[in-house]
């Protein structure tokens, strides 16, 4: 062994110095004392030296110098030690330190021996002053290896750390601490002039790599990275350094990840869990700017009012400069966002395949965009103050928004859009939502986009409602359709108080171009533009009320019409036996005012008219009497400009006044003008006075004393002529 060649050569060495010596004692020249004698600085040593220098060649190339300051050779066990080790590696710049080293394997090998056992205060210090203190080290020359088995303690720039056992790979530049792993990264600079340092970092874990040339460190088993604005927790963690590896810029966390945000610090994160966080820095202002949650992830975004959540199997989120604010959210696969009620909005909960939500710095969030599945929907439920939930459903949900997920200005649906609230249930191809605001309540607006064939339809307990556009106000329960609308007033037990003029508990239709419906008032106003197709309400079979405008008032059962009014109205009419039969009326006039209460329609207009079964009335107003119990007609009245015509009688005057129960027309005017059939049949007869009864039933013409002073007659009227 070379160490043997070494000892005999020293051994050798001494015994010539000794033969030097005898030929000197024994020189002729004065005694003098003998020397003192050399003692062992290690009395178990067979043998010591001093300091030297050994070269370690790798191939054909300079790899390693092993330097020592003495050296010891010992019979039991059988070994060599060298003292104040320092192994220099000049292509790594890589340095180890010892206060003892024992060479195992061929000492005699070029390359250098095949182990090194370390002992006392060992330092190894690569070439960028990462440094690694143990008490105790074994370098392995094949593989490149120093394990350390005890504490090992480390340093680079701002960063330190200790664990219990730990490698250092030299190869590969890898640093590893196998059990109770803690490293720390000391403030740095303050990221603004003035201020306090910053960037302090604590990461706890039972075992711990760092890949130099990678620039990482990796913490397994429940690693703990804490920071002053968060605390991440995982069950392996992965921390990514600049290239100085003085700050932080990526942290990955697997299994059971978790950010835990800071009570009360600035910059702070929101709260995530997931299987697998990824987390960016920005390494000039250390400040979290990005995280994506891989699995099962939640995010949690807490204040004064509660929890707003998002969970999604993915989940992706940018932050603005402050690490706080979000700007672009996107989460995909059974995306859940709840947002807990707040002073200003109620609790809402959103269900979607995915979400992608985009801002800008300064502002936030402004826009939030959710798709279904393919064969799904989206769902939003909202809180409804004291009653059922609000629920809509769609395949596309955009969101407007103030600056976060949950301060919504409004919301767009579209496809296959269903809105159910208390009493209302909305379908439609597009809707929006907008939010109450003081002053404002909640609304809906439902509208057909184009290129769809399908209306909007708004249904409730006592009317359907269907238009290109409807617009719902989901706090006032008013209604607002535009464009080819059509409703239907449903009757039920509980229903709104019929027009006189419909069929009781019989469902009434209408059409129009527009519609505007109070819930407060229990109004309805249906319009058409002139020249457009006039507003018309009906019962199948039964009544009909058309024109311009058409009012409906729920609560009183009033109904006014304007604008080329006419009404088909079916009524029953009272025989004089106790019997009724229906007879159906056909007015026109101007205006219509039908008042429940009076039970009255009157009609008025330059023209207004009434024809039943062959007869006609003419007059500047008409009013319809009805029965104050049902729909029976008591008769009409008719003023100013009144023309009649019926069987073979005509009349004019100034008022008409007829009562079905005598079939009796009674007619006053300045003057009364009435033809008639003469009584004989064979000619007609005209009359002229102020006041003339015609009675239906017996067909004959009264004419009464008085006022009838001065009645003309003209017995040669022409049959035909009429007197208009």
């Given at each position: 062994m070379?160490?043997q ?6 051994l050798?060495?001494?015994g ?5 010596a005898?030929v ?5 020249r ?18 010591e030296g ?7 060649f ?6 390693a110098r ?9 019979e039991?066990p059988e070994?060599m ?9 000049e292509a790594?710049?890589l ?6 080293a024992?060479?195992r ?7 250098g021996?095949?182990?090194v056992l370390?002992?006392g205060?060992?330092?190894?210090q690569?070439?960028?002053?990462l440094v690694l ?14 394990q350390m088995p ?17 490698t250092?790979?030299r190869?590969q ?6 059990d109770?792993?803690?490293v720390?990264?000391?403030p740095?600079p303050a990221?603004e002039?003035?201020?306090?340092p910053?960037g ?12 130099r040339?990678?620039?990482?460190s990796?913490l397994?088993?429940n690693a ?6 968060e605390?991440l927790?995982?069950?392996?963690s992965?921390i ?14 697997q ?7 800071t009570a ?6 929101p709260?995530m869990e997931?299987?697998h966080i ?5 390494p ?7 995280a994506?949650l891989?699995?099962n ?8 009012a ?13 932050t603005g400069?402050?690490?706080?604010t ?5 989460s ?12 200003d909005a ?10 992608v939500?985009t801002g ?10 959710f ?16 009653g059922k939930p ?21 919301a ?8 159910e609230?208390?009493?209302t249930?909305a379908?439609s191809e597009?809707?929006?939502?907008r ?6 309540g909640?609304t809906?607006?439902?509208?057909q ?9 708004v ?19 008013d209604?607002n ?5 059509r409703?239907?007033?449903l ?7 019929s027009?006189a003029?419909?069929?009781?508990g019989?469902?009434t239709?209408a059409?129009?171009?527009t519609?505007a419906?109070?819930s ?15 507003a ?6 039964g ?6 405008e ?13 604008g ?17 039969t ?5 007015m ?7 008042n429940?209460?009076a ?5 008025q ?8 079964e062959g ?18 007609l008591?008769?009409?009245k008719?003023t100013q400009?009144v023309?009649?015509?019926?069987d ?7 008022q008409?006044?007829y009562k079905?129960?005598?079939?009796v027309y ?8 009435a ?11 005209k009359?002229?006075g102020v ?21 003309t007659t ?11």
């Amino acid at each position: 062994m070379r160490w043997q060649r070494q000892a005999r050569f020293v051994l050798a060495a001494i015994g010539i110095g000794s033969a030097v010596a005898l030929v000197m004692l024994f020189r002729d020249r004065p005694p003098e004392a003998a020397p003192a004698t050399l003692k062992p600085t290690d009395v178990k040593a067979v043998a010591e030296g001093g300091a030297a220098n050994t070269v370690w060649f790798g191939k054909s190339e300079r790899r390693a110098r092993f330097s020592y300051k003495s050296w010891a050779r010992y019979e039991n066990p059988e070994r060599m030690l060298n003292f104040g080790v320092e192994i220099f590696f000049e292509a790594e710049g890589l340095t180890i330190n010892a206060d003892e080293a024992e060479i195992r394997g061929d000492t005699a090998n070029a390359s250098g021996p095949n182990e090194v056992l370390l002992n006392g205060n060992v330092r190894v210090q690569t070439r960028d002053d990462l440094v690694l203190t143990t008490p105790n080290a074994t370098y392995n020359n094949t593989t490149g290896i120093v394990q350390m088995p005890g504490k090992v303690n480390f340093t680079k720039g701002r960063m330190s750390g200790e664990g219990v056992g730990g490698t250092y790979n030299r190869p590969q530049e890898l640093f590893q601490l196998h059990d109770q792993a803690h490293v720390m990264l000391a403030p740095g600079p303050a990221t603004e002039p003035g201020g306090p340092p910053e960037g302090a970092m604590d990461a706890r874990s039972k075992s711990m790599t760092i890949a130099r040339q990678e620039h990482f460190s990796r913490l397994e088993g429940n690693a703990t990275i804490t920071r002053p604005s968060e605390t991440l927790t995982s069950d392996t963690s992965t921390i990514y350094f600049t290239e100085d590896e003085t700050e932080v810029r990526l942290v990955d966390l697997q299994g059971h990840a978790a950010v835990t945000p800071t009570a009360g610090a600035a910059n702070a994160p929101p709260k995530m869990e997931a299987d697998h966080i990824s987390l960016t820095f920005t390494p000039e202002t250390r400040i979290l700017n990005h995280a994506t949650l891989n699995g099962n992830g939640r995010v949690t975004m807490t204040d004064e009012a509660g929890d707003r959540s998002i969970t999604g199997q993915w989940i992706d989120i940018t932050t603005g400069t402050d690490g706080s604010t979000v700007t672009r959210l996107e989460s995909r696969d059974r995306v859940k966002v709840i947002l807990p009620r707040r002073a200003d909005a109620p609790g809402r909960t959103i269900d979607a395949a995915t979400l992608v939500a985009t801002g800008e710095e300064g502002k936030g969030l402004t826009r939030a965009r959710f798709d279904a599945a393919q064969g799904g929907v989206v769902t939003f439920v909202e809180e409804a103050e004291g009653g059922k939930p609000r629920k809509a459903t769609s395949r596309t949900l955009v969101l407007g928004l103030d600056g976060s997920i949950e301060a919504i200005s409004q919301a767009d649906f579209a496809q296959r859009v269903r809105f159910e609230s208390e009493q209302t249930v909305a379908t439609s191809e597009a809707a929006t939502y907008r939010a109450a605001k003081p002053g404002a309540g909640a609304t809906l607006q439902l509208r057909q986009p184009n290129g769809s064939n399908i209306k909007p339809d708004v249904t409730r307990p006592d009317m359907r409602v269907n238009a290109k556009e409807i617009d719902l106000g989901l706090d006032s329960e008013d209604l607002n359709a535009r464009g080819e609308v059509r409703s239907k007033m449903l009757q039920s037990k509980d229903a709104r108080r019929s027009s006189a003029l419909f069929e009781a508990g019989r469902d009434t239709f209408a059409a129009a171009e527009t519609l505007a419906y109070s819930s407060a008032a229990g109004r309805a106003v249906y319009t058409s533009a002139a020249g457009a197709t006039p507003a018309r309400l009906w019962q199948d079979g039964g009544s009909t009320v058309s024109g311009r405008e058409i009012t409906v008032d729920d609560k009183s059962g009033n109904l006014q019409a304007k604008g080329a009014v006419q009404s088909d109205v079916l009524v029953s009419e009272d025989s004089g036996d106790g019997k009724t039969t229906d007879a159906r009326y056909v007015m026109t006039s101007e205006t219509l005012d039908y008042n429940d209460e009076a039970r009255r329609a009157i009609y008025q207009g330059d023209l207004a008219t009434l024809a039943s079964e062959g007869r006609r009335t003419e007059a500047v107003e008409i009013e319809m009497i009805l029965s104050k119990q049902g729909r029976t007609l008591e008769g009409f009245k008719a003023t100013q400009k009144v023309f009649t015509i019926f069987d073979r009688y005509e009349a004019k005057g100034d008022q008409l006044e007829y009562k079905t129960a005598s079939d009796v027309y009674v007619l006053t005017g300045r003057p009364v003008t009435a033809v008639g059939p003469s009584e004989d049949g064979k000619g007609c007869v005209k009359v002229i006075g102020v006041f003339a009864q015609i009675d239906r039933k017996t067909r004959q013409i009264a004419w009464p004393e008085p006022p009838n002073r001065g009645v003309t007659t003209d017995p040669s009227w022409p049959c035909g002529k009429s007197i208009r």
